[in-house]
């Protein structure tokens, strides 16, 4: 029993605090053939002394003035076509994507997005369809693995549905639903507040966790709606999870002339990371079923030891979210 509370601590802890999803928003725009207008806005989760500067690089660039802040804007005049732009954390970076908007002066745009690794952001003449693939296949891959919500309601289905058959649908019937909703505000813009949506994917997640502690501490009453048909339910919830999935495309943005491009392999990386995180949880249910020898008749507890704390933080997530939007 002390094996699987560690466990459960292992695949609980990261999701503790609700992830910063913004990136660093960067935008660069071509006023003329050598002037450049540069504008930034950075998530407030920066101190003063970590706020970064930010240098177009490679064409002797000057420009009048250097402001430093959380928003900014600054004109840039260059001898010639910058090829990079430098990030310039003062300490470090905490872990903050960036985005880069790059409007170049015959109309194009083009949309970069980069791990907090990065440091200097090549200036491309002309994007082409695999750097847009790659860029948003990893956007999606990382995002997904950043959103804690949305793997702790994967990690609570999966208790739910019980057999790998009924976990294959319902994880398909999920992926499904969010990928329409994705879509839909990707495209055409049907969105939903995060105010409104963010609040009710928690809550999501602590009904999910109520409907099976529920049925197993009542085997006498009818199971529930989302017992019985998984599939269905997971399609219902992943609409709503679509939208918060939209959400953070909406913040990284669409590139000029590769739209359906990168809304596909940003869906396609969202599931790369779903399914690397469903086998990595039943690669350790096994494991561990196979050192501890598990009888079935202990199943039961083993599903509460893991479904309690979810369900707690799931429902602190849900009484947070709600107070930040009434307080």
């Known amino acids: 029993m002390r094996a699987l509370l560690l466990i459960c601590l292992a695949l609980l ?27 930034w806005k950075i998530p407030p989760v920066l101190r003063p002394s970590e706020v970064p500067v930010f240098e177009l690089v490679g064409a002797n660039c000057s420009s009048t003035d250097a402001p430093s802040g959380l928003m900014g804007r600054q004109l840039v005049a260059c001898e010639n076509i910058p090829s990079a732009l430098d990030i310039r954390f003062p300490e470090f970076n905490p872990a903050l994507s960036v985005l880069l908007e790059y409007h170049q002066l015959d109309g194009s745009q083009h949309n970069l997005f980069v791990g907090p690794e990065v440091r200097s952001i090549a200036l491309p003449e002309e ?14 891959f990382d995002h997904i693995l950043e959103g804690f919500d949305h793997l702790l309601f994967v990690f609570c ?44 994917i928690a809550f999501s997640i602590a009904m999910l966790a109520a409907e099976k502690l529920v049925a197993d501490r009542s085997p006498g009453i009818p199971k529930p709606m989302v017992m019985q048909y998984p599939a269905l339910i997971a399609s219902l919830f992943g609409l709503l999870h679509g939208f918060g999935f939209g959400g953070a495309l909406a913040e990284i943005g669409l590139p ?5 491009t990168a809304l596909a392999f940003f869906n396609i990386g969202v599931e790369l990371g779903q399914i690397a995180f469903i086998i990595a949880v039943l690669l350790i249910g096994r494991l561990a079923q196979l050192l501890l020898t598990i009888p079935d008749e202990q199943q039961a507890l083993v599903a509460r030891v893991f479904l309690y704390p979810a369900g707690i933080l799931a429902g602190y997530w849900t009484v947070e979210r709600v107070a930040g939007i009434v307080i």
């Open 13 to 39: 802890v990261l999701p503790a605090q609700a992830h910063e999803g913004r990136p660093i928003h960067i935008q660069l725009t071509q006023l003329g053939e050598n002037r450049f207008d540069l504008s």
């Open 256 to 260: 000029y002339g590769y739209s359906l």
């Open 127 to 140: 994007q082409s369809f695999g750097a847009v693939a790659l860029q948003y296949l990893w956007a999606g």
């Open 157 to 200: 289905l999966l208790f739910v549905v019980g057999s790998f058959r009924r976990i294959f649908w319902a994880v398909t019937g999920f992926t499904l639903g969010h990928s329409l909703t994705l879509g839909l505000t990707a495209l055409y813009g049907w969105s939903l507040p995060g105010e409104f949506v963010e609040p009710l």
